[in-house]
Nanobody, 128 residues
Framework: QVQLVESGGGSVEAGGSLRLSCTVS????????TGWFRQAPEKEREGVGL???????????AYRDSVKGRFTISTDNAENILYLQMSDLKPEDTAIYYC??????????????????WGPGTQVTVST
């Protein structure tokens, strides 16, 4: 049974940093796609970043334009955990952050419909 649980959210001032964790059970993170998504109040859920295979190599990442250079996805393969390191946070980054899995080695872009397994989310609030 696939289970994803996010942690590490909190409240920070603009310019600050947070590291979110996604603890995974039911699949090996270094063999499949996992994505980070977020949903702000009254907005649709949107993709933040993805990590997956390209060819025979795991570790290909992709990010939405607004977080490039500020957010980084990494993994602890021994612990089966994914991280989302967020730096230079802005008020517009305020949202509930989710990790999600599409049960494939390769990601399905940021189309939320393609991801079947989701964690409960963790709140990130960035104040001015």
């Amino acid at each position: 049974q696939v289970q994803l649980v996010e942690s590490g959210g909190g409240s920070v001032e603009a310019g600050g940093s947070l590291r979110l964790s996604c603890t995974v059970s039911g699949y090996i993170v270094s063999r499949y796609c996992t994505g980070w998504f977020r949903q702000a109040p009254e907005k649709e859920r949107e993709g933040v970043g993805l990590i997956s295979f390209v060819g025979n190599t795991y570790g290909n990442t992709a990010y939405r334009d607004s977080v490039k250079g500020r957010f980084t996805i990494s993994t602890d393969n021994a612990e089966n955990i994914l991280y989302l390191q967020m730096s230079d946070l802005k008020p517009e980054d305020t949202a509930i952050y989710y990790c999600a899995h599409n049960r494939l080695p390769y990601c399905s872009g940021f189309d939320t419909v393609k991801y079947t397994d989701w964690g409960p989310g963790t709140q990130v609030t960035v104040s001015t």
